[in-house]
């Protein structure tokens, strides 16, 4: 099983960055393309961005293109999102997943707002 | 991108009772390769969400065999049969078969 720990969340201003990390541990994690998803509270949940095994190959829903990048070290078993220009509609838990979305972390909240 | 519309957005269920829920997705589903890549997943409240089906009716390990994954091309079914206490929470639907991967927006069992 992989267990995924999301972190970095918290409460930032409108136009700020924000900085989540996933720590991974339990199967090989270098062997799983990864993914981040968010969930606006009490709503539905919303794809961000995936990477490939070994970080080459990054996908982002249009929506997002510019504003987030994500990352991964396979070295330390972790994969990133550098959230920048947030906006109050980037308000959401966000959560750290492979791409199959078999394994879910817990969660982590961010919030925008002024 | 593909749209993923669910129902019921609400299903008032009754224990031992089977309920179904419904996915509809815009485009059909189906890959080149023949796979259709459409997940189920279960999220309890103030839970992180679980997967129980995928690649429509494949169970996840450990996933009881009351739910039950089914459908083709554009619809899809998740079945629950005897329902019980602890199924209580929101269902979403998952294509992945298109790029972007679309969640459905769910639907709320309770008892």
């Known amino acids: 099983e992989l267990q995924l720990v999301e972190s970095g969340g918290g409460l930032v201003q409108p136009g700020g960055s924000l900085r989540l990390s996933c720590a991974a541990s339990g199967l090989r994690f270098g062997s799983f393309p990864m993914a981040w998803v968010r969930q606006v509270p009490e709503k539905g949940l919303e794809w961000v961005a995936n990477?490939?095994?070994?970080?080459?190959?990054?996908y982002y829903v249009d929506s997002l293109k510019g504003r987030f990048t994500i990352s991964r070290d396979n070295s330390k078993n972790s994969v990133d999102l550098q959230m920048n220009n947030l906006r109050g509609e980037d308000t959401a838990v966000y959560y750290c997943?492979?791409?199959?979305?078999?394994?879910w972390g817990q969660g982590i909240l961010v919030t925008v707002s002024s | 991108e593909v749209v993923m519309t669910q129902s019921p957005l609400s299903l008032p269920v009754t224990l031992g009772q089977s309920a179904s829920i419904s996915c509809r997705s815009s485009q059909s589903l189906v890959q080149s390769s023949g796979n259709t890549y459409l997940s189920w997943f279960q999220q309890r409240p103030g839970q992180s969400p679980r997967r129980l089906i995928y690649k429509v009716s494949i169970r996840d390990y450990g996933v009881p065999d009351r739910f039950s994954g089914s459908g083709s091309g554009t619809d899809f079914t998740l079945k629950i049969t005897r329902v019980e206490a602890e199924d209580v929470g929101v269902y979403f639907c998952?294509?992945?078969?298109?790029?972007?991967?679309?969640f459905g927006g769910g639907t709320k069992v309770d008892i």
């Open positions: 990477i490939d095994e070994d970080g080459r190959e990054k």
């Open positions: 998952l294509q992945g078969s298109q790029w972007p991967p679309v």
């Open positions: 997943a492979d791409v199959g979305c078999r394994y």
